[in-house]
């Protein structure tokens, strides 16, 4: 893969560089309607090519700017039931393999914050990235018998973040059907968890604590860290040995031994929600390796959301089954996470409380249950379904569709990563509240 001497930093640049892409997809769609026409290619085909060829336009197209925006593709490959499964397939490739920067530019951000070159400061120093993704890139090192990771931020990317939120935010206003109106909180978040995934001092402060407060659970490891060759732009771990999670899941695997990796994935995510109120929310398989012995290998820390009382409350609340079967108490919830509002209509109070409670009954149902399935594709296609089916329904248009707490996003994006996970491991027999036997 060829490496980046120079990353686009201001706004003119950044813009050009995704009108481009827009004017790309403005000829495909050209190209999609002229099949339609000539009838070189039938429908499904001729909607499958101009997927395929606007994903790749679009992501080529952001996989050069690397920053927020890059990011955004990696938060929407995990969106698996509302975008095309060509998008899926594309924008995965933004969760671990993206153009790495070239060794010039690693070597002048080490000189800037350590005044050494990195061969300088390690006995070896690998000037290739072995791993790039939308924020920073990874480099191992070697100090003495240790072996390091060495992860570096790109240049300019946390200045970019507020003017490529502004790019990118028309084209998710209408992709997710968000109204102008009441969204700002929404963005406000996201812009906030941008800001701090580029703050590496914060990072590194995370990492040692949630490492410390669970390092006792079971087949779970981690890297140590190492402050005095980390700084703002620059975090250095330890090397951990293993399998990319997706390589993991391609090979041919027993069923106990997938348990296994799902029961310890699963035991994590409980754990961190439910005793440290704060949570690894970016579950996708470039952040964990899986090991020879088949422990789960935490790597990233990057984006922790930390989840505050009033929230978590009446969220866990409504995952249980008589709260969600007893319409008062249902109802409170739903005001108390802002589903409803006192500003809605009848139609809109009956729409949302409805369409909630399928939601809900749907998504809760792991909680509801002592083991789970996650490898039951009845489930994964019923909540495939209710999203197509709720995307369909006239009855929403007009309506204020900004519903839910700000905090809602990253929990959400938290569950819906975990979920896939667990379905991509086939994971059975899940003990939902195992996580209950760990606490100190």
């Known amino acids: ?179 102008k109106e009441g969204s700002e909180s929404y963005f406000q978040e996201v812009e906030s968890k941008l800001f701090e995934e580029t703050d590496y001092n914060l990072e590194l402060k995370r990492s040692l604590y949630i490492v410390e407060k669970c390092s006792h659970l079971p087949n779970t490891q981690f890297p140590q860290y190492y402050p005095e060759f980390s700084c703002e732009k620059i975090i250095t771990m330890d090397w951990l040995n293993g399998k990319h999670f997706s390589e993991f899941i391609k090979q041919k695997k027993s069923q106990e031994e997938l348990n296994t990796i799902g029961q310890t994935l699963w035991d994590f995510y409980m754990y961190q929600m439910h005793i440290l109120k704060q949570v690894h929310a970016d579950p996708h398989p470039g952040n964990f390796l899986v090991s020879e012995n088949l422990n789960l290998l935490v790597i990233d820390f990057g984006c922790i959301k930390e989840i505050p009382q009033e929230f978590y409350i009446p969220y866990f609340e409504l995952a249980k089954k008589e709260n969600l079967n007893n319409p008062e108490i249902f109802k409170e919830k739903l005001y108390q996470l802002e589903i409803l509002r006192d500003d809605d209509s009848q139609q809109e109070q009956e729409f949302f409380t409805q369409l909630f409670y399928e939601l809900l009954e749907l998504f809760t149902r792991p909680f509801n249950s002592e083991k789970f399935d996650f490898s039951d594709e009845k489930f994964f296609q019923e909540i495939a379904d209710l999203g197509q089916r709720y995307a369909k329904l006239s009855d929403i248009k007009g309506m204020n569709t900004n519903r839910g707490s700000k905090h809602f996003i990253y929990l959400n994006r938290t569950f819906f990563g975990l979920y896939h996970m667990m379905h991509d491991l086939r994971a059975k027999d899940i003990v939902i509240n195992n996580y209950k036997k760990f606490i100190a």
């Open 1 to 179: 893969m060829k490496t980046l001497n120079k990353i686009p930093t201001g706004k003119l640049e950044r813009t050009s560089s995704l009108l481009k892409a827009g004017a790309k997809v403005g000829v495909n769609y050209i190209k999609y309607y002229g099949n339609k026409i000539t009838k070189d290619k039938n429908e499904e085909e001729a909607l499958k090519t101009l997927n395929e060829e606007n994903a790749t336009d679009i992501y080529d197209s952001l996989k050069e700017l690397k920053g927020s925006a890059l990011k955004v593709a990696q938060m929407l490959s995990m969106e698996k039931n509302i975008l095309p499964q060509a998008y899926v397939d594309k924008f995965s490739l933004s969760q671990f393999s993206v153009p790495p920067l070239s060794g010039a530019l690693v070597k002048k951000t080490f000189r800037k914050y350590f005044g050494k070159n990195p061969e300088d400061i390690f006995d070896e120093f690998t000037t290739e990235s072995v791993n790039a993704a939308s924020i920073g890139q990874v480099h191992k090192a070697k100090k003495g018998d240790k072996n390091f990771a060495v992860k570096i931020q790109y240049p300019g990317v946390r200045e970019s973040i507020s003017s490529d939120l502004k790019m990118v935010k028309p084209i998710a206003m209408k992709m997710f059907n968000i109204k």
